[in-house]
């Protein structure tokens, strides 16, 4: 099921779920479905069964008569990783920076701006004086219920469900804070793009592969937990031409992996907390020196696209 937050035509706001190119909108569906994401995730196993009783439902807005918004507009946190090798090794080499050895024992990540949520077609705007805006091209999943000190091997249910993630960066800013080791700030604080939808966890098992060595050819290592992989296609594409194209299978650390780092030291992962799964390689500007497109500037359209999920769609301004 792909699950969407949207404003209907009395500018309120609504969550549903796609059918095609329309959407069911669960009030009206049902009365006792709730109307706001983070309630409907806090409680999806009892709203599921209301949904499943409710057999066949029509539509009750085509795409084009509402606004999609974020699908989660407010998480509860917002851990972000650093996932792919391969840009670790791009983005390490731009910022002339080397791996530290501690990358390749355990998943690193930070804590993003969990209040500075944008969704698909909103307009994201520089800051100011920046002069190398970035984009981030990310896969994210959601976290469907408590736990804590969760293993990998028992994570995989906590998931409720996946969307693309546009982890934007202010390059300029971030170099100048970088150089301060405490991780990044006001670099990455103004604006994280999620959407079009949160696709639930069952729905993209369909891409789920068994663990392939092969996947990782030089310069890429082989990672020391052999978990699974989703088998899913992600590229960007800025004013119509494509600057990424790879696969979220190439990821050093799966999110299972993510949510035991995460769980460790009795810390609880709460239902509507978002994990990031760390940048594609190649999949941010950096990572060539902005040598295949120049920074972002106002006008610019970027679009992430994630095989199973859809397109976030956003506009520099």
Same mark, same amino acid.
């Given at each position: ?190 604006? $994280? ?45 800025? $004013? ?6 790879? $696969? ?17 030291? $009795? ?51």
């Amino acid at each position: 099921m792909k699950l969407v937050t949207f404003l209907n035509k009395e500018k309120e706001s609504r969550i549903g779920w796609l059918v095609a190119d329309a959407i069911v909108d669960m009030q009206l569906a049902s009365p006792a479905l709730p109307t706001d994401m983070l309630t409907f995730i806090d409680h999806h196993e009892q709203y599921f069964e209301i949904i499943k009783a409710l057999g066949e439902v029509e539509p009750h807005y085509s795409l084009s008569e509402v606004k999609l918004l974020a699908p989660l507009p407010n998480p509860r946190s917002f851990r972000d990783y650093i996932g792919f090798e391969m840009h670790m090794q791009n983005a390490s080499r731009s910022f002339g920076h080397k791996i530290g050895p501690a990358w390749y024992d355990m998943p690193i990540f930070y804590f993003t701006n969990h209040q500075s949520i944008y969704g698909p077609e909103d307009d994201i705007q520089r800051p100011a004086k920046e002069t190398k805006l970035d984009i981030e091209l990310e896969m994210a999943c959601i976290i469907g219920k408590k736990g804590k000190d969760l293993k990998a091997s028992e994570a995989r249910p906590y998931i409720f469900g996946y969307t693309i993630f546009n982890d934007w960066t202010a390059r300029a800013i971030q170099k100048v804070e970088m150089e301060i080791p405490l991780g990044p700030h006001k670099g990455k604080d103004f604006a $994280n793009a999620i959407g079009p939808c949160i696709v639930t966890s069952d729905e993209m098992e369909q891409y789920r592969i068994p663990f392939d060595e092969t996947v990782f050819t030089d310069p890429i290592s082989i990672p020391k937990v052999a978990g699974d992989r989703l088998n899913v296609r992600m590229t960007s594409r800025i $004013n119509g031409q494509t600057v990424c194209d790879g $696969n979220y299978k190439t990821v050093y650390y799966n999110f299972e992996q993510m949510i035991e780092r995460a769980s460790e030291n $009795n810390v609880t992962l709460m239902p509507g907390d978002i994990l990031g799964s760390g940048t594609l390689g190649w999949g941010s500007l950096i990572e060539n020196t902005f040598s295949v497109h120049r920074p972002l500037e106002p006008g610019d359209v970027v679009e992430l696209e994630i095989e199973g999920i859809g397109i976030l769609r956003n506009r520099v301004v």
